[in-house]
C-alpha cells in the first residue's frame, strides 16, 4: 500500500508555479521522500527526491517539513507540458519497490 | 540524459505465444527492473536484476522469466502469453548506490488476445 496521501486533482494556470502537496505521517528515519511523474502513455519520469532538507533541480524544488510528515514539489513556471500524473513515494534507501499511490493528476491550464 | 528504450511501444500478441520484451539503457547502470502498471494497481515489480547474469523475483513472478546476458541490455519473456498479462511493461535502470533514482522507459502496451 502507498504510505503517501496526495489530493486527486489540482488545476493550475499556466506560467504561474504549481504546488502540488503530500502527506506522508507515518514516514521512517531513513526513508526518502520521491516524486515521479507520468504524462500519458509515457513511463514515469524522475523529477527530484530529498531526505531532510529542501532540494532544488532543474525541473522542480521540493519542500519537506521539519517533522517529514508532509512535502511540496514546486514547478515554478508551470507549461502545459507539465499537465501529468504526479507520484509522491517514499522508500528506504535499498528498497527497490516503489509504490506509487494514485497520484496528483495536474491540470494546466492556457 | 539516462536514456532507457524499449524494443516495442504497442504490441499484440495471441494467447499461448512466446512474447520477448527488451529493454537497452546506455548508462552503464547495475541495476534494472521490469514492472508492468495497470488501472487501480499501479506499478508492481515483475523481476530486477543487479548484475550481469543475476536476477531477484519481484512481487509478481509468475508467468514471467528475465535474461541479462549484458550489462546494457534486460528482457523479460513471457513463457506462455495469457490475457491476465495484458498491460503496459515498463523497464527502468539505476546506478549501484541504492538512493538514487530509478529511470524508465517509455513502456510497452502488450495486448494478448
Known amino acids: 500500500d502507498a504510505k503517501t496521501t496526495q489530493p486527486t486533482s489540482m488545476d493550475c494556470a499556466e506560467g504561474r508555479a504549481a504546488n502540488l502537496p503530500c502527506n506522508h505521517s507515518t514516514i521512517s528515519g531513513n526513508e526518502y521522500v520521491y516524486w515521479y511523474r507520468q504524462i500519458h502513455s509515457q513511463g514515469p519520469q524522475y523529477i527530484i527526491h530529498?531526505?531532510?532538507n529542501n532540494e532544488t533541480n532543474e525541473m522542480a524544488s521540493l519542500i519537506i517539513t521539519e517533522d517529514r510528515k508532509s512535502s511540496t514539489l514546486i514547478l515554478p513556471h508551470a507549461t502545459l507540458r507539465d499537465t501529468a500524473v504526479y507520484y509522491c513515494i517514499v522508500r528506504v534507501s535499498g528498497d527497490d519497490k516503489i509504490i506509487f499511490g494514485k497520484g496528483t493528476r495536474l491540470h494546466i491550464l492556457p | 540524459d539516462v536514456k532507457v528504450t524499449q524494443s516495442s511501444r504497442y504490441l499484440v500478441k495471441r494467447t499461448g505465444e512466446k512474447v520477448f520484451l527488451e529493454c537497452v539503457q546506455d548508462?552503464?547502470?547495475?541495476?534494472m527492473f521490469w514492472y508492468r502498471q495497470d488501472p487501480g494497481l499501479g506499478l508492481r515489480l515483475i523481476y530486477f536484476?543487479?548484475?550481469?547474469?543475476?536476477?531477484e523475483k519481484g512481487d509478481i513472478p509468475e508467468g514471467y522469466s528475465v535474461s541479462r546476458e549484458k550489462k546494457e541490455r534486460f528482457s523479460l519473456i513471457l513463457e506462455s502469453a495469457s490475457t491476465n498479462q495484458t498491460s503496459m511493461y515498463l523497464c527502468?535502470?539505476?546506478?549501484?548506490?541504492?538512493?538514487?533514482?530509478?529511470?524508465f522507459g517509455p513502456g510497452t502496451r502488450l495486448t494478448v488476445l
Open positions: 530529498g531526505l531532510k
Open positions: 527502468a535502470s539505476r546506478t549501484g548506490l541504492s538512493y538514487n533514482e530509478q529511470f
Open positions: 536484476s543487479y548484475d550481469v547474469k543475476m536476477k
Open positions: 548508462m552503464d547502470h547495475e541495476n
